[in-house]
């Protein structure tokens, strides 16, 4: 089934190119068909880069996805332009009173500023809230993971010693959990962050539990019992040259960048890439979409957040 994003998206273009079946808004109303809506909450500076690079990980799946976008503010976007911005991008007092399948909330390059001086925090917090009674699952992807384990769960950031950068080896620890049916027992996923939610906070919590973790990275996937909070502290949607052009950027800025780990062939930077988490990434966001949202999702879309479903399968 395609993936229905809004009409003129520029992603559009790139992932035809790829022979990613996409479908525009206009052409989807005449399939007799309800699309689980999603909706991505993107925090990331470059907006377009991080749309291309979520709309490939959710096209692998047969579901028919529809893809709508919120910004957090109106402040303009140093990185994107604003036609851009204004042309598919909703305000959250636009979209309150509806309800969503599913929601993504990115990342944001905010891992060494405490939460209170977030300029947003008190908006994105209010939007947390929201989700719970609007939202079948959210997935969170890495600062979004340390600010929701804040909000919902009182579970505090560690700021570490230097940016952790690289692809690093990872393990499942909990194989029954169906976001990882199918994952190797170890397999490899991209980070790139200033900061971690503590491994042993999250297994002292009672409702969170542990599925992937690195000796390396800390804990890396982590899931609510009830499926409605998914985390992935990493990103696993990255692309080959992702981790490379965060080090090159930081590099010009001055800023004495590590070389990604296990990321360059032979840790050079001026040597190829090894990409070595691409299908897990696929995998990951594909079991998201089937087991906890469309799996748990009301077929009534009016009935997102007023009845509690149960789950088919246990999700931890």
């Known amino acids: 089934m395609p993936i229905k994003i809004p009409d003129a998206l520029p992603a559009a273009a790139i992932l ?32 377009i880069e991080t749309e291309i690079h979520l709309l490939r990980m959710l096209s692998n799946t047969p579901l028919q996805v529809q893809i709508e976008l919120l910004r957090i503010d109106d402040r303009p976007s140093k990185n994107t332009p604003e036609d851009h911005m204004l042309s598919f991008y909703q305000s959250f007092e636009a979209i309150q009173d509806q ?7 990115t990342g944001a390059p905010l891992g060494q500023l405490p939460f209170e001086a977030v300029h947003f925090w008190r908006k994105l917090t209010a939007i947390f809230d929201w989700s719970e009674h609007h939202v079948t699952s959210t ?9 929701a384990m804040r909000h919902f769960y009182d579970i505090d950031k560690a700021l570490l010693p230097q940016k952790l950068s690289g692809v690093y080896p990872h393990r499942v620890v909990r194989p ?18 200033y900061a971690e939610v503590p491994a042993e906070a999250i297994d002292a919590h009672p ?14 996937l982590i899931a609510h ?6 985390f992935v502290t990493g990103h696993s949607e990255y692309e080959p040259d992702s981790l490379k052009n965060e080090y090159l950027r930081d590099r010009a800025a001055g800023l004495s960048p590590a070389v990604p ?14 990409v070595t988490w691409k299908s897990h990434g696929a995998l990951l966001f594909a079991n998201w979409l089937n087991y906890y949202v469309y799996q748990l999702t009301p077929f009534d879309a009016e009935k997102i957040g007023k009845i509690r479903q149960t789950p088919p399968i246990a999700l931890v």
């Open 176 to 193: 029954q959990a169906p976001i990882a049916r199918g994952f190797d027992d170890h397999f490899n996923a991209p980070h790139s962050r």
């Open 261 to 274: 780990e296990h990321y360059f062939v032979n840790d050079d930077p001026d040597d190829d890439i090894l």
């Open 139 to 147: 997935l969170f992807l890495c600062w979004a993971v340390q600010a």
């Open 207 to 220: 409702e969170l539990f542990t599925i992937a973790q690195s000796e390396l990275a800390g804990a890396y």
């Open 225 to 230: 019992e009830s499926g409605k909070h998914v």
């Open 16 to 47: 035809e190119h790829e022979n990613i079946f996409t479908i525009e808004s206009a052409q989807a109303e005449i399939q007799d068909i309800r699309a689980l809506r999603i909706l991505i909450l993107n925090l990331m500076p470059k907006k």
């Open 99 to 105: 309800t969503y399948d599913g929601m993504i909330i």
